[in-house]
Structures are given as C-alpha cells and as structure tokens.
C-alpha cells in the first residue's frame, strides 16, 4: 500500500500539489471579504458558471439527441407494427369473403395465391400457386367472392396462368343479369365491353352482368360487373357497352379456380377457338 502511495505520489505530485494549492487558493478567497478579491471571485465564480453552463448544455444536447433518435426509432417500430396489423386485417378480410363463398357452394373449389401479376394494358395475367398436382385444368375460371377474375389458359405440375379480365386474348360471352340477353365480352385495352349488342336490347346503366349459361368456357353463372356506359354506335344497329369489373385486379391477391370445365371436348375446341379470335 505504501509503495502504491509511493509510486503514484511520484507520477502525479506536480497535479496533486495543484489541485490542492487550487483548493487552498479558494477557501482563502471565500473567507476575504475586501472589494479586490470579491472582484477577482465574482469573475472567477461567474467564468465557472459559464463553463459549467456550456458544458451542461453540451452534455445536454448530446442526451437529446440520444432520446431523438429513440424516439424515432420507437415510432419506426410502431409504424412497421401498425403496418403488419393493418396487412393482416385487410388479408383477414379478403379470406373471410372467400371462406364465406367456399361455404356457401357446392362447387368443387381450390383455393391459390396470386404469386405474380403482369397487369399490361392488352395482356392481363396472374401465375397461381397451384397447378395439375392440385388438379387444375386449362380452360377452368379463376373466381374471387366478388366474381370472376380471369380464366387459367396453362398449366404445370404446381403452377398455372390465368388471363384476366383485361386480356385482349380472352372473349366470354355474358349476359344481363335482368333481361337475361347474351353478349360476347372482351377486353379493348381500355376498358371492359360488350361488343355487338343490338339496340333492341333493353339493357341499362347499372344492371349487373354474369357469364352466360350458353358460354363454352363458363360453365355456371359467375358474377362479372356492372353495366358502367352504353355506347351508340352510330352506325349500323349495335351499341357497345362498357362493364365495370367487380374484382380490382390491381388488389386482388387471394383467389379460387372453380374446379369446373363445362366439357372436355368443349375446352379441346372452342376454348382455343374463342380466345384465338
């Protein structure tokens, strides 16, 4: 103990006997009371009180910034934490309408994922999650609970594509829910319309459209849209009429293929006549 007293008394005495001539030096100027040395203490006490000041205010800072940078750190992880809540409820919502339709028929249905979208102007396509394996057949529709979102056209073994609505490849032919008159209905890169329907047809603004009983691809009623425009065309004796889809392609992430093809033979021929056209 002695030696380590020693030895550090010989390394820092010049420092010690500062600190302690310092001290000494400031107890004799706290018990002097005449006007030169109050004149001497008020600037020395006033010049450590500015650098206390400037010191704490650095000191300061540096904590604020530290709890500025929790604080965005903690707002990130909320963020990312109301982001995956809000996600969650709204696949939450999507698959409750689509367990709410597997429930409610009888047809055969297979649930898929969309995996990949190519959303062009002319050649709409969604890859599906599921293919043969799954029992998946070229030809068979591909279904949302609002309504029908395309038709699968290829197939492998655990992957299959879909046309969609907004394919100029695809031709369905539809019909008007109310007056029940049939009309072939493509994609013109723009918008979704009826072609060729005659004026005579009393369709209106806002009747719902459905596939057709009659179409060689569809085999049973599926939702469509709504009759959005009825177009005159003023020459010759056909209006176009232009559908609003019921599903948004742009958000539709979770789907059904409908495990249906209305006959073999029919899907051999006219499938691939119809939407070579």
Known sequence: MIRFISSTWEKFKEYIVLVVLIIISLAL???????????VRAVAFGSFASVTSVFSDIFNISNLKKENEELRRTNAEIMLQLSRLRESAIVNDDLKGLLALKDSTKYPLIIASII???????Q???TLNVGSSSGVKPGMP???DKGIAGIIFSVSANYSIARTLNNV?????VKCERTRENAVMKWKGDRLVMINVPKTFGLKKGDRIVTSEISSIVPVPIPVGIVAEIGNVEMGIFNEVTIQP??????VENVF???LVKSKEIDDIEFNFLNKR
């Open 246 to 251: 019921f599903v948004d392609f742009q958000k």
């Open 124 to 126: 709409g396509t969604v």
């Open 257 to 259: 293929v409908l495990g």
């Open 169 to 173: 490849d695809l031709n369905l032919t």
């Open 142 to 144: 591909v279904i949302t």
């Open 29 to 39: 100027l706290s018990q002097n009371n005449s006007q030169g040395i109050q004149k």
């Open 116 to 122: 990949s979208k190519s959303l062009s102007k002319s």
